[in-house]
């Protein structure tokens, strides 16, 4: 049986934390695992800036309420939910998006959560299991799942290689040039094509 491992942000959603950088005007929160491979590295530098701007979780939500799903993205996730099981792998956290998924139809989201205070500091970041998406992945095969995987950054990347396929979806050239074995879409009819190869 099929099963397909999908990112979330960058393939069905804007990246959350450059939507955040443009309303707050804190250019460094652009930066994403486009940018950074490691990622705790990369969250370590956005909860400082979060500290030193005194931004809470009301004013990353707020943000996050009014992002909505890349042209296209509901259409195919449907298209791919009507065809075999995906389950969205992503390094988002439960409090970013549960406002999202439910403009995408609640489909299976496995993802980290946040510590947060009673006055809405966001103190920490809790990683289920280190290599999470690739984990899962091992997991899902374990279980005598053909798994599929697919994702834009570099952080997508072990979880591609794990899988018995997997292809990147519209990644920067970065990514694309050093993991020149990965095959790239650079669409969602692209994407259509790639996965009924697979099924």
């Known amino acids: 049986m099929n099963i397909f491992c999908a990112d979330l942000e960058g393939v069905f959603l804007p990246e959350v934390w450059i939507e955040v950088a443009e309303k707050v005007g804190i250019e460094e929160l652009k930066l994403t695992t486009r940018d950074i491979s490691d990622y705790d590295v990369l969250m370590k530098k956005r909860l400082a800036i979060l500290r030193e701007n005194n931004l809470k979780i009301e004013d990353i939500t707020e943000v996050i309420s009014g992002i909505d799903p890349l042209e296209g993205a509901v259409q195919t996730l449907d298209w791919i939910r009507e065809r075999t099981q995906i389950i969205i792998l992503s390094d988002t956290f439960e409090e970013f998006a549960m406002p999202m998924m439910k403009k995408l139809n609640y489909p299976a989201l496995l993802c980290h959560n946040l510590s947060i205070d009673k006055n809405g500091n966001i103190n920490d970041y809790n990683i289920r299991i280190k290599n999470q998406k690739k984990q899962a992945v091992k ?33 920067p050239e970065s990514v694309i040039n050093d993991f020149p074995s990965i095959p790239v879409t650079k669409n969602y009819k692209e994407l259509k094509t790639m996965i009924n190869s697979f099924l």
Do not use: H, R, W
């Not at 570099?154 to 292809?167: R, S």
């Open 139 to 171: 997991a899902f095969k374990k279980m005598n799942y053909q798994v599929t995987a697919f994702g834009d950054s570099y952080n997508d990347t072990q979880m591609i290689l794990e899988a018995d396929n997997g292809f990147l979806f519209n990644p």
